[in-house]
């Protein structure tokens, strides 16, 4: 029998970013045993990294702002691939979230007349996006945290123990999901320092583990990004969705060498930015796509106007969302007109005073400073894109959050359908507070359901859980694991990165059936006490599974659309969108992906559009009559 220690909760949320938390708070609100594990510090999330603002459709700055024109905005982003039902309720419940945030001690920029103050972001028709400075995901962890000692103040007056509702295990990766016949009946993992194992009962599990950044070389992501959620799901028997769409983000830091990938917020550029090539020219104004042409400026004159007067003028074509901003920069620089360290110019210093800069872009202004001894208020940035958010992910219930395993929930960035094929900047933060409340309520209705009947824990499970982790030590002469990851992030970054042909999806599937191979004999050296190589290992089998699902489902989708560019198949095709591509775990651990048909859209959802709008996106038997 395996030797570890042992709890017993309602609710266990995996990840504590600004999904988990929201889960963790509503699961115990609901009156739930609720257990928050990370594998980072408690507070080091992607959440906290965020810089933009969490998009809502609260009027502050706009009153002509409403859920409906965030719902319009948030399925063109997606290019009418999302899941509509999540697309709605994320529109209409994002501002309850984000006043909520409020009452739980958020401190928001305010708008002159002491509202919270809304800006400009990509793919958005008014400004949207509620912010602190370029720090805004900082405030939310900060204010999620605050929420959760408080419950436990509450749960100390009334048991005398801080930890009898609601507990965080901090720097503990959960390796695997245990079931009894079909339904979840707890996790299974370790503690980062000791080496040692730790097993949680729990009829009830959210996945909030965020994304999958690095299986890619070039990347905002940092390393817990290694799709641990989407192949703990996969391995439970969960589906995933989506996954051939990733959003590379078309501003990341190119220079020096070592900062590579680091995101340049987007506020940049909804704050007055502009994108520049090397003979000084913005081009954004050459790729704007017919599909948007009707809402952007096709002068520099119109696009200035619109900072001051957004009601009668178009916005600028640097605001498109950010699948059409990557493909562009990718497209000048490969026509010869990047800068010389292979990107392009972002400049503010000719757009805002130096004050100005320093007060809305602080982050932005230190980071530049600091990492590339560049001055931002006097001369422009060079970005480039980098991977930085996966649309895809574990296929859930709209409303409840729950996947097709009973008991396995997922919100945030693990959970796929509510971005479709491209994410609008701000929406990520806002969907994690919309479907992280909802996975917790789902949870625990859930858990109600089950009354007394509550699945078992098998010890045989656990043995082989125990077993599995501990395998890459069982081996010697095996390669070790760092290169085989480099090696992966560079056929990600290479042959499924931004823009796609099926001969090079096919080298990558070559590739990864390779490393299957290797990482089946590779070889941790040391012990079991903090051990970064065998954290690696284990991270290493998810980031394999992962990768297979983008490169398998990016290989069958014969078309171009959001976070899926192919060079083999240029244009988007209304046959495709109705189609989701399913991805599945077969027996000996590869990838299945089969096609399943989208629910069309509700009537009264297809009503906000404008007839000649759909038929840009629908084939012509979707089209309402
Ligand atoms: P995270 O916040 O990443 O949390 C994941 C959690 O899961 C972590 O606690 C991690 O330790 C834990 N975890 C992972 N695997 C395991 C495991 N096996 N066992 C235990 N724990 C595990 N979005 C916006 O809307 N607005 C913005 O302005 C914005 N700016 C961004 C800036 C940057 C630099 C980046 C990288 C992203 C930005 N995004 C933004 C995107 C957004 O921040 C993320 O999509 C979002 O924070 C994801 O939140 P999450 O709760 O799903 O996951």
């Known amino acids: 029998m395996t030797e570890l220690e042992r709890h017993s909760y309602d609710v ?115 400004p949207r996006l509620a912010h602190v400075g370029d720090r805004t995901g900082l405030e939310l962890i900060r204010t999620l945290q605050q929420k959760i000692v408080s419950l436990q103040q509450e749960d100390f007056q009334a048991t005398g123990d801080y930890e009898a509702n609601l507990k965080v295990y901090a720097e503990c990766t959960v390796t695997e999901l245990l079931k009894d016949g079909d339904a979840i009946s707890g996790a299974f993992g370790y503690w980062r320092e000791s080496g040692r194992f730790i097993l949680f009962d729990a009829p009830a599990v959210v996945l909030a583990t965020g994304g999958v950044g690095k299986s890619f070389k070039v990347t905002s992501n940092s390393w817990e990004y290694t799709g641990d959620g989407h192949a703990l799901a996969m391995r439970a028997g969960a589906t995933l969705i989506n996954m051939e769409f990733i959003q590379f983000h078309p501003t990341g830091m190119v220079w020096p060498p070592s900062v590579k990938g680091i995101l340049v917020t987007e506020s940049v550029r909804g704050d007055g930015g502009v994108l520049k090539n090397s003979e000084g020219k913005r081009f954004m104004f050459d790729y704007v796509p017919d599909v948007f042409r009707a809402q952007y400026a096709d002068t520099e004159e119109e696009a200035d106007r619109w900072y001051k007067d957004a009601d009668n003028n178009r916005r600028p074509p640097e605001l498109l969302p950010r699948d059409e901003v990557a493909r562009a920069i990718n497209s000048e620089v490969k026509a010869g007109r990047g800068t010389p360290h292979g990107g392009v110019f972002l400049d503010v210093s000719s757009r805002l005073p130096a004050e100005e800069i320093q007060r809305r872009l602080p982050s932005m202004y230190h980071q530049f400073k600091e990492l590339a001894d560049v001055d931002i208020t006097a001369e422009p940035m060079e970005v480039g894109p980098t991977c930085h958010y996966v649309m895809g992910g574990v296929e859930v219930d709209p409303d409840t959050a729950s996947s097709i395993v009973p008991g396995l929930f997922a919100a945030g960035e693990v959970a796929g359908g509510m971005h479709g094929s491209n994410r609008l900047g701000g929406n990520s933060l ?105 954290h690696l290992a284990l991270d290493l089998r998810n980031m394999l599974t992962v990768s297979e699902c983008v490169a398998k489902a990016a290989l069958q989708r014969e078309e171009s659309r959001g976070g899926h560019t192919r060079d083999d198949f240029p244009g988007m095709n209304a046959d495709w969108r109705k189609v989701l591509l399913v991805c599945a775990l077969n027996a000996d651990g590869s990838v299945d992906v089969s096609r399943k048909d989208q629910v069309p859209m509700r009537e009264d959802l297809l009503e906000l559009f404008e007839l000649d709008e759909l038929k840009k996106y629908l084939t012509e038997e979707e089209l309402p009559a």
């Not at 002509?64 to 039902?85: A, E």
């Open 12 to 126: 266990v949320v995996i990840g504590a970013g600004g999904a988990g938390l929201r889960a963790a708070i509503e699961a115990r609100e609901q009156g739930k045993r609720t257990a928050i594990v990370c594998k980072s510090l408690f507070g080091k999330a992607h959440t906290v990294m965020a810089e933009g603002g969490c998009a809502a459709a609260m009027g502050n700055a706009n009153s002509n702002d409403n859920w409906q024109v965030h719902y319009r905005d948030t399925m063109r982003g997606g290019k009418f691939l999302n899941n509509w039902r999540m697309a709605e309720l994320h529109a209409q419940e994002a501002p309850d979230r984000v006043w909520e945030l409020e009452t739980y001690g958020a401190l928001f920029d305010r708008t002159e007349d002491g509202r919270i103050s809304q800006r400009n972001f990509g793919g958005h028709t008014y």
């Open 430 to 534: 806002s969907d994690l507070l919309v479907f992280g409340r909802r996975a917790g309520m789902g949870a625990a209705l859930y858990v109600d359901s089950l009354g007394a009947n509550r699945p078992k824990v098998a010890e045989t499970d656990v043995d082989a859980a125990a077993a599995e982790a501990l395998a890459p030590f069982e081996l010697e002469g095996g390669e070790n694991p760092y290169t085989i990851h480099t090696e992966l992030q560079q056929a990600m970054n290479d042959l499924v990165g931004i823009i796609r042909k099926a001969d090079e999806i096919e080298q990558a599937l070559a590739r990864l059936a390779d490393f299957r191979g290797r990482i089946a004999k590779m070889t941790v050296e040391g012990h079991r006490q903090f051990n970064p190589g065998w």
